[in-house]
């Protein structure tokens, strides 16, 4: 089955600076890969996904990249604020299979703490 | 429009005590699934219910059992429970679309027991 591993656990930037989160994947059937953002006591929130037909998506200060050939994929915040600290999670699943295969497997996350 | 609700958010339970947590949602859709939360180990599965009158299990189901009472509710019971399921309790709730196409996972609010 799907194997999502990602990396920093944890990673504290300075006010203004850049983050980046990076997942690998296992499954190279795997084509949807969102990204959840948790904030503390609270419930995980999509922010951000991208389908293996596109290599790059942008939202204002977010954009995640994927690389289809190596199995990984990364997201990455720009002139980080403080109210981005909160937990990101990423996670992947294939849609075409029906099944256990379809469901999300997520990342075991990374805290993200922005220092003012 | 509520989105995903979850009954109760918080619980204390004494070993060997039984409960049901609650889970509704008013967007139509047709998946559902059950995640726990435990430091360091993100989001894992219990158990998923494809459509109305299916559920399997998923990562972590031992200690569980589940009910898809309608295409809106979707329960978990723990039927004798033990303090290794003292965790954060996540409901959630998916559509995919006609091609495949997956938007997302929307998370209820949580639950979080204490098993003493």
């Known amino acids: 089955g799907e194997n999502v591993e990602q990396h920093p656990s944890t990673l504290s930037v300075q006010e203004g600076d850049s983050a980046v989160i990076k997942c690998t994947y296992s499954?190279?059937?795997?084509?949807?890969f969102p990204w959840y953002k948790q904030e503390l006591g609270k419930r995980p929130q999509l922010i951000i996904d991208i389908r293996s037909n596109v290599g790059e998506k942008k939202d204002q200060r977010i954009a995640v990249t994927l690389n289809k050939t190596a199995k990984h994929f990364s997201l990455h915040i720009t002139e980080t604020q403080p109210e981005d600290s909160a937990v990101y999670f990423c996670?992947?699943?294939?849609?075409?299979?029906?099944?256990?295969?379809?469901?999300?497997?997520f990342g075991k996350g990374t805290k993200l703490s922005v220092k003012p | 429009n509520a989105g995903v609700t979850q009954t109760p958010k918080f619980q204390v339970l004494k070993t060997g005590q039984s409960m049901t947590l609650q889970c509704a949602q008013d967007m139509n859709h047709n998946s559902m699934y059950w995640y726990r939360q435990d430091p360091g180990m993100g989001l894992r599965l219990i158990y998923y219910s494809a459509s109305e009158g299916t559920t399997d299990k998923g990562e972590v189901p031992n200690g569980y059992n589940v009910s898809r009472l309608n295409k809106r509710e979707f329960s978990l019971r723990l039927e004798s429970a033990a303090p290794s399921q003292t965790s954060v309790y996540f409901c959630?709730?998916?559509?995919?679309?006609?091609?495949?196409?997956?938007?997302?996972?929307?998370f209820g609010s949580g639950t979080r027991l204490t098993v003493v």
């Open positions: 996670a992947a699943s294939n849609t075409l299979t029906g099944g256990s295969q379809g469901n999300l497997i």
């Open positions: 499954d190279s059937a795997s084509n949807y």
């Open positions: 959630a709730s998916s559509e995919a679309g006609s091609r495949g196409e997956e938007y997302g996972y929307t």
